[in-house]
Nanobody
Framework: QVQLVESGGGLVQAGGSLRLSCAAS????????MGWFRQAPGKEREFVAT????????YYADSVKGRFTISRDNAKNTVYLQMNSLKPEDTAVYYC????????????????WGQGTQVTVSS
């Protein structure tokens, strides 16, 4: 089992940057692909980025490609989401999640979820 705790959210002006962190408990962190999703009020949960268990493969939603970077440090049991050039439409609660069967764009493939961290981008 994996427990996930996100941090690093906050309020930032458009064009600014934030780095989200997701700390995982458990010795099997390095065997999971990890993903970031987000959900804005009144909208469905949306895929943002995912990274393979070893960190060699990454995939992004078109809406964040070139602005966001997902990375992981398996020695620290942590996955990161560096967010640059933030836009008001990036405002949402951001969740990290763990997938036992490899990278996926679908939230259904993720078994474990954090509680989320709020990101608000002002115009």
């Amino acid at each position: 089992q994996v427990q996930l705790v996100e941090s690093g959210g906050g309020l930032v002006q458009a064009g600014g940057s934030l780095r989200l962190s997701c700390a995982a408990s458990g010795r099997t962190f390095s065997s999971y692909a990890m993903g970031w999703f987000r959900q804005a009020p009144g909208k469905e949960r949306e895929f943002v980025a995912t990274i393979s268990s070893g960190g060699r493969s990454t995939y992004y939603a078109d809406s964040v490609k070139g602005r966001f970077t997902i990375s992981r440090d398996n020695a620290k049991n942590t996955v990161y989401l560096q967010m640059n050039s933030l836009k008001p439409e990036d405002t949402a609660v951001y969740y990290c999640a763990a997938a036992p069967k490899g990278v996926s764009y679908s939230y259904r493939m993720y078994d474990y979820w954090g509680q989320g961290t709020q990101v608000t981008v002002s115009s």
